[in-house]
């Protein structure tokens, strides 16, 4: 988990990383020790304020299904992620890390939800990972939730000072059946390099690569390389941030299947949002 914490930064549109961190140079390092992490959890600071989740689905338009719910922070009154994130502090932020899973898995099984749920971490929040799993692991088994349904996302604009520790964290969290995924691919700082390091289940598409695509010669070329550098890795690409009927169709002629976005749903507070389909998008055979 993060010592020092400079910046609380959310996606403008909310849509990707429910809670991610920008640091200073020097802010995060590994534990020395497992002591020391164990301890460091342990008497990290408790929370003292509540949040809860909304649900937003991520569509597999071949033959219109949700492919999974992402789990995105919320003020118990429906407030923004913002509004929550403003109250983290370097003290609080373990305990309030580990609540984001717990919550997100308690609010999954309580709603019956019956595909997979993506959850965001924090990479540099978390220092030895099979002892930080340990409340998502318990969570799940209480509520009866697989965890092989369960899909960690890892926000590829954060810019993470340990890029081997974050490759132990992704494959200790596949050991134990967890699926992963890349978010925000193409808007952070070495997306290529994580990618050459540790090919996950799911690459997700930055918002700002799918914005007016349908016009954009440019994005379409990108996008093309992305989708055929994933099916060639045999990792699922995802568009998210999808908003206009044309993106979604211009998306689809690049082999996208996967999508996330307003054009299909916004997020829905401790409910599973339904799902809009676009009108004269029959799915694909």
């Known amino acids: 988990m993060v010592p020092t914490v400079e910046q609380i930064v959310i996606d403008p549109a909310e849509m990707g990383v429910s809670y991610a961190f920008d640091r200073s140079r020097a802010a995060m390092k590994s534990p020395s020790s497992?002591?020391?992490a164990c301890t460091a959890c342990r008497d990290g600071q408790a929370l003292d304020?509540?949040?809860?989740?909304?649900?937003?689905?991520?569509?597999d338009v071949r033959d219109r299904t949700v492919y999974a719910y992402e789990a995105?922070?919320?003020g118990l009154d429906g407030s923004s992620a913002q509004s929550i994130l403003d109250q983290v502090t370097p003290q609080n932020l373990y305990a309030f890390d580990q609540a984001c899973r717990v919550k997100a898995v308690e609010l999954a099984a309580s709603l019956a939800m019956t595909c997979r749920l993506s959850i965001n971490f924090l990479p540099n929040a978390?220092?030895?990972?099979e002892a930080c799993i340990r409340a998502t692991l318990q969570a799940a088994q209480r509520c009866g939730f697989?965890?092989?349904?369960?899909?960690?996302?890892?926000a590829e604009r954060e810019n993470l000072l340990d890029k081997a520790h974050l490759q132990g964290i992704l494959r200790a969290?596949?050991?134990?059946?967890?699926l992963t995924a890349i978010d925000d691919f193409g808007a952070g700082y070495s997306g290529l390099n994580l990618l050459a390091d540790f090919q996950p289940d799911l690459l997700k598409i930055d918002m700002a690569l799918v914005r007016g695509i349908d016009s954009d010669p440019v994005r379409q070329a990108i996008v093309r390389?992305?989708?055929?550098?994933?099916?060639?890795l045999h990792v699922q690409a995802l568009a998210e941030g999808v908003e206009t009927a044309e993106e979604l169709t211009?998306?689809?002629?690049?082999?996208?299947?996967?999508f996330q976005g307003y054009l299909f749903a916004r997020p829905a507070l401790e409910r599973l949002a339904q799902v809009q389909w676009p009108d004269g998008d029959p799915p694909a055979g």
């Open 34 to 36: 497992p002591t020391s």
């Open 49 to 59: 304020f509540d949040f809860t989740m909304a649900f937003q689905p991520i569509v």
């Open 72 to 74: 995105l922070v919320r």
């Open 126 to 129: 978390v220092y030895q990972p």
């Open 146 to 154: 697989p965890t092989e349904r369960i899909i960690f996302e890892i």
């Open 173 to 178: 969290y596949r050991r134990h059946g967890f």
């Open 225 to 232: 390389s992305i989708a055929g550098l994933c099916e060639t």
């Open 250 to 258: 211009a998306l689809r002629g690049l082999g996208i299947h996967l």
